[in-house]
């Protein structure tokens, strides 16, 4: 049997949504152990004299518990 845990983490990128989430994904998984997924729950941008400066996302990753 497993259990799995929710951590929530926000994550960002100056390229894209995409890449904000692949950032989270990839230094979530330096910490937690056994990262088997990931939901975004929401998107944001930094806007700095009408441009996009900054992609957020906060999101849900899932990780299994070890005995």
Known sequence: MSVAKV???????KKSFDDAVENGVE???KTLKNVTGAWVESQKVVVEDGKVTEYRVAMKVTFILKD
């Open 7 to 13: 951590t929530e983490i926000i994550a960002s990128s």
């Open 27 to 29: 230094r979530a998984s």
